[in-house]
C-alpha cells in the first residue's frame, strides 16, 4: 500500500535562497502616426522562458485568478480619446496548472495596441501606465507598474520618474522599509533540488517485485531459465543468454518512456498540464477502476494474441541475440495483463509530479531490472530454482489485493478532478469513508468471507493471509479518527494524499491562515513578538497566491506544523498584491536600484517593495524566520511542500532563535 501511495503523492522541490529577484520580463513602447490626428501606440513585452503575462479580461469566478494586465492613460477629453479598448493577441487558452482554472495568457513575447485621436493640437507627450503581474509554473511575482512617455514625434521611452520629485520625507519612509537584517552571513544563498531519482527508481523496483507475484509473470521464471540453461551448447552460453534476456526485460521497460521525454521537450508544461487537466483525471479514474475488475477476475485485459505469436515465432526462427531481444520482449507483452495496471499506477504517479518524463524513467527503469533480475540470478546459481514456492491460488490471491489498491488509488484521480472543478463530490471525510469501505472489504477477502470468480476453495487460512488481513485490519482502524472533526483528523502517513483538512464537509474557520493569528502589519507584529518573547516568521504571500493556498493547506495543516505555528512564532502574513490604498500620509516615491521611481500606492506595493529590499527576492511564497531584534534564524526558504523538511526548518529557527 505505501508503495502505491507514495507514487501518487506529490514529490517536488523546494529553493533555498536569498538572492533571487526576478526580472522576467521587459517591455518597450512605441508610437506611429496613422494619419492627420490619429497615432497608434505599441507595447510590446518580452519574457523568459516559461513565464506567462495575462490577458486584460479578468476571471469571472471567485476563486483564486491570475491578476489581469491593465492599461491606463492621461487622456482627458481636452487632450486626446482612445479609439476602441487596448487590443491584444490571440495568446494561449487553456488549463493553467498553477491557478487550475482555464486562462487567457501569453510567451515569450506579445504586443498590445492601442489607438488614439489628438484632439488638442498642442498636445506633445502621451504618458501611459501598465499594470502587471506574472506566473511561471511555481510561483507569481508581485504586480508591478511601469510607465511610458510616448511623444507624438515617434519617440517613446520608459518614464523611469523624476528623481527631483523625491523628497526628504520620501527618502524618509524609503528607508523605514529597510529593517537591515543581521546575520544573512550565516545563511548563504543556496539552492537546494530535493527531487530524489533514487527514491522513485526504488519505488518502481517495489513495483517490479509486486508484479513477479502475479501469476503471469512467476510461473515464467523456472521455465524460461531452465529453458535457456538446457538449450545452450554450453552453460557459459546458456549464462550469458540468461543474463542477456534480463537485461533486454530492463532495456525494454526504460524505451517505453522515451515517448514522453518527446513530450517534455515539445513542451515543458505538458506533463503538469497533464497531471492536472480534469479530463485526464477522469479518465485515469476510470482506467484504474478498469484495472480493479480485470485484477479481481471478472475479465483479462490482454494485448492481440497475434502480437505475441509473431514474436515469439521471430525469437525461435532468428535465434542469437535478436533472437533473445524478442523473447524479452514476448514476454512484457504475455504479462500485461498483469504489469500493466501496475504500471498505470506508476505512470498516473509520475505524471502528478514536477519530475515528469526523467522520473518516468527511473521508476520504469526500477520496474524493469526487479523483473530482470530473477532470470539472472537464477540462471547464475540454478539451484535457487528448488527454493521456489509453487504455483497456486496465493497468485491470485496477491492479484485480487492488488485489485483493491487499485480500486482505493482510483478516486485519487477522482479527488484531483473534483478539487479542481470545486464539484465537492468527495469532500476529505467522504473521501476516507470510502476507503474504509475498499479496506473491509479487503479484509473480508483475505479472511475467506468473500470470493472472486478465479477463487478455489480455501481449506485453511494461509499465514500470509491472516498477516495481511490483520495489517489491513489496522490501517481501516487508523482511518477512521480521518472522519471526525478533532485533532486526529489529520493522518500523518496518509499527508497529502486525501484531500486537504480544508476541504471538509465540517465548517472552518477563516480568522487567518488555518485559523491562525495573523499580523498583517510588520511592525504591529514585530511589537507582539517582543511582548511575547517569541521569534517571527514573515509570510511573503498574496491573495491570487496558488501555491501560497497550496502551502497552507496542506502544509501548514499538519498538527506538528501548525502547533509550531500557533504557539512557537508570531506569524506577519505580508500580502504583496493588496491593491488596497494607502492613506494618503502614507504614500511615498521610491527609489530603486535599476534608477526608477516607484510609486508607493497601495498596501501591496509596500510589502513587495519591503520584500525585494530586505531579501532581495521578489517571488511567493518566500518564509523568513527573524527574531525581533532583526537577526535571521535560518534560511529563508520558499515553496516547500515537503511537510518533514518545513518542520525541519522551522525547529532549526527555534532552536537558533533559543540558543540566542
Known amino acids: 500500500m505505501r508503495y502505491f501511495l507514495l507514487f501518487i503523492t506529490t514529490v517536488l522541490f523546494s529553493t533555498i535562497s536569498f538572492s533571487q529577484t526576478l526580472e522576467p520580463i521587459k517591455w518597450q513602447a512605441t508610437i506611429e502616426k496613422e494619419t492627420e490626428d490619429s497615432y497608434i501606440l505599441k507595447f510590446n513585452a518580452k519574457l523568459d522562458k516559461g513565464w506567462h503575462l495575462y490577458s486584460q479580461k479578468e476571471a469571472e469566478t471567485d476563486d483564486i485568478a491570475p491578476t489581469p494586465t491593465e492599461f491606463s492613460f492621461n487622456n482627458t477629453p481636452e487632450t486626446y480619446t482612445l479609439v476602441g479598448e487596448t487590443i491584444e493577441p490571440a495568446g494561449i487558452e487553456k488549463y493553467d496548472n498553477i491557478f487550475e482554472m482555464e486562462v ?6 506579445v504586443t498590445f ?17 501598465v499594470f502587471f503581474s506574472v506566473c511561471d509554473d511555481e510561483r507569481c511575482l508581485a504586480p508591478d507598474i511601469v510607465e511610458f512617455n510616448l511623444n507624438l514625434s515617434g519617440e517613446a521611452s520608459e518614464n523611469k520618474g523624476d528623481l527631483t520629485s523625491i523628497t526628504e520625507t520620501d527618502k524618509i519612509k524609503s528607508e523605514s522599509l529597510n529593517i537591515e537584517v543581521k546575520g544573512k552571513e550565516k545563511f548563504p544563498s543556496d539552492q537546494v533540488d530535493q527531487k530524489s531519482y533514487l527514491n522513485i527508481f526504488i519505488l518502481g523496483f517495489l513495483g517490479g517485485l509486486i508484479a513477479l507475484l502475479t501469476p503471469c509473470v512467476f510461473p515464467m521464471i523456472p521455465l524460461t531459465v531452465s529453458f535457456f540453461t538446457k538449450s545452450a551448447k554450453d552453460k557459459k552460453k546458456g549464462l550469458f543468454n540468461a543474463i542477456l534476456y534480463g537485461f533486454f526485460i530492463f532495456a525494454i521497460y526504460v524505451l ?13 508544461e505538458i506533463l503538469n498540464n497533464i497531471s492536472t487537466n480534469v479530463t485526464l483525471n477522469i479518465v485515469f479514474f476510470i482506467i484504474f477502476i478498469v484495472f480493479s475488475i480485470s485484477f479481481f477476475g471478472y475479465f483479462e485485459i490482454t494485448l492481440p494474441s497475434s502480437w505475441s505469436n509473431s514474436l515469439d ?34 505512470l498516473g504517479g509520475s505524471l502528478s509530479t514536477d519530475g515528469g518524463a526523467m522520473q518516468l524513467s527511473f521508476g520504469m527503469g526500477g520496474f524493469g531490472l526487479a523483473l530482470a533480475l530473477p532470470f539472472a540470478l537464477f540462471a547464475l546459481f540454478p539451484n535457487w530454482l ?56 479487503m479484509v473480508l477477502y483475505l479472511f475467506g468471507k468473500i470470493k472472486f ?15 495481511l488481513g490483520i495489517v489491513t485490519l489496522l490501517f481501516v482502524v487508523y482511518l477512521i479518527p480521518g472522519l471526525t472533526n478533532t485533532a486526529y483528523a489529520n493522518l500523518k502517513l496518509l499527508s497529502g494524499f486525501p484531500p486537504p483538512l480544508f476541504y471538509s464537509i465540517y465548517e472552518k474557520e477563516s480568522h487567518g491562515p488555518l ?20 521569534p ?16 497552507e493547506e496542506q502544509v501548514w495543516s499538519h498538527p506538528e506544523i501548525i502547533e509550531v505555528l500557533k504557539d512557537k512564532y508570531v506569524l506577519i502574513s505580508l500580502y504583496v498584491d493588496d491593491r488596497e490604498e494607502l492613506s494618503e500620509n502614507d504614500q511615498f516615491k521610491f527609489l530603486k536600484e535599476d534608477g526608477r521611481v516607484k510609486n508607493i500606492r497601495t498596501i501591496g506595493d509596500k510589502w513587495a517593495t519591503f520584500q525585494t529590499v530586505n531579501f532581495k527576492n521578489n517571488s511567493q511564497p518566500y518564509y523568513v524566520l527573524i527574531d525581533a531584534n532583526m537577526n535571521l534564524l535560518n534560511q529563508t526558504t520558499a515553496y516547500t511542500p515537503d511537510v518533514q523538511e518545513y518542520l525541519k526548518w522551522l525547529k532549526t529557527g527555534l532552536q537558533n532563535y533559543h540558543n540566542k
Open 104 to 109: 487567457k495568457y501569453f510567451e515569450e513575447n
Open 313 to 346: 515465432s521471430k525469437a525461435t526462427s532468428i535465434g542469437g541475440i535478436v533472437g533473445v531481444f524478442f523473447m524479452a520482449l514476448t514476454l512484457a507483452l504475455v504479462s500485461f495483463s498483469c504489469t500493466g495496471p501496475i504500471l498505470g499506477s506508476l
Open 113 to 129: 495596441i492601442q489607438k488614439i485621436k489628438q484632439i488638442d493640437k498642442n498636445l506633445k507627450t502621451v504618458k501611459a501606465e
Open 256 to 268: 517505453l518512456s522515451l515517448p514522453f521525454h518527446l513530450l517534455d521537450s515539445v513542451d515543458p
Open 453 to 467: 470468480p478465479h477463487d478455489g476453495p480455501i481449506q485453511k487460512l494461509s499465514l500470509g493471509r491472516k498477516g
Open 515 to 534: 485559523g491562525l493569528d495573523a499580523y498583517t502589519d510588520f511592525d504591529q507584529g514585530v511589537e507582539a513578538a517582543k511582548a511575547q518573547n517569541k
Open 386 to 441: 528448488n527454493s521456489l514456492p509453487k504455483s497456486g491460488g496465493w497468485l491470485n490471491t496477491v492479484k485480487v489485493v492488488l485489485g483493491f489498491i487499485e480500486l482505493a488509488l482510483a478516486f485519487k484521480f477522482l479527488s484531483n478532478a473534483d478539487l479542481v472543478e470545486h464539484w465537492g463530490i468527495l469532500k476529505r471525510e467522504i473521501f476516507i469513508g470510502i476507503w474504509i469501505v475498499i479496506g473491509i472489504g
Open 536 to 551: 517571527i516568521m514573515i509570510d511573503f504571500t498574496g491573495w491570487a497566491c496558488v501555491n501560497c493556498r497550496k502551502m
